[in-house]
């Protein structure tokens, strides 16, 4: 399994728009990138995911190099109610998923 | 509709206890997988069920831990003998079938302390 690498922490102002890198150099062919996030005292919550094109949604944008060894989650606008751990995972579909330490976003007022 | 929920949300255990941790999952979610987390850490993968079959036990940390789902939808996560290591937060999770990608939906967890 392809195995990720990403920041401890990061702070971010809010209303600014907050780049959390990922690095996944070992991934395969068959493997998507997953962004998770687990605010406080709650359970992991999908966020994004990605195979090889940029992908966006109502939340952030998925930037994935063209040769899949990295990616960037975007938060456009970052409010204080995205505080939280960003999990960045790189499976194959229809796995259980398998989370690092990820990355604490402090979004600071 | 309603989410994946868990019970209790929090346990405490004496050392040696046995407990058993429940979770029902999304209504008609085939999947189930189990996670355990420890204090500042990420979510550790334990076990996988589709419908009432266990396809993967792998991440069960040793034979004191067992998991079942004898109907295809709500699920048990039994400790024997529980042991301070195994104070964690577990979450369980679900997922609906003939979806093009891995989305699962969590539980708010069951906070488990072995005192």
């Known amino acids: 399994d392809a195995k990720t690498t990403q920041p401890t922490s990061m702070d971010c102002a809010e209303g600014r728009a907050a780049n959390l890198p990922c690095n996944h150099s070992t991934i395969s062919g068959n493997e998507y990138v997953y962004w998770y996030r687990q605010i406080h005292s709650q359970g992991p919550q999908y966020f994004i995911h990605?195979?090889?094109n940029n992908e966006t949604n109502e939340m952030a944008s998925l930037i994935i190099t063209e040769d899949r060894k990295s990616s960037t989650l975007i938060l456009p606008h970052a409010t204080l109610r995205d505080t939280a751990v960003y999990y960045c995972?790189?499976?194959?579909?229809?796995?259980?998923?398998?989370f690092g330490a990820g990355t604490r976003l402090t979004v600071k007022p | 509709g309603a989410g994946v929920s868990q019970s209790p949300r929090y346990k405490v255990a004496k050392r040696g206890q046995d407990v058993a941790l429940r979770c029902d999952p999304i209504?008609?979610?085939?999947?189930l997988f189990w996670y355990q987390q420890a204090l500042g850490q990420g979510p550790e993968f334990l076990t996988y069920?589709?419908?009432?079959?266990?396809?993967?036990k792998s991440g069960l940390p040793s034979d004191r831990f067992f998991a079942e789902r004898p109907e295809g939808s709500v699920s048990t996560l039994k400790i024997q003998r529980t042991q301070q290591e195994d104070s964690a937060v577990y979450l369980c999770?679900?997922?609906?079938?003939?979806?093009?990608?891995?989305?699962?939906?969590f539980g708010p967890g069951t906070r488990l302390t072995v005192l």
């Open positions: 990605g195979l090889k």
């Open positions: 209504s008609g979610h085939v999947s």
């Open positions: 069920f589709q419908n009432e079959a266990q396809l993967d």
């Open positions: 999770a679900s997922r609906t079938s003939g979806v093009l990608y891995n989305e699962q939906f």
């Open positions: 995972i790189v499976r194959p579909n229809n796995n259980d998923m398998r």
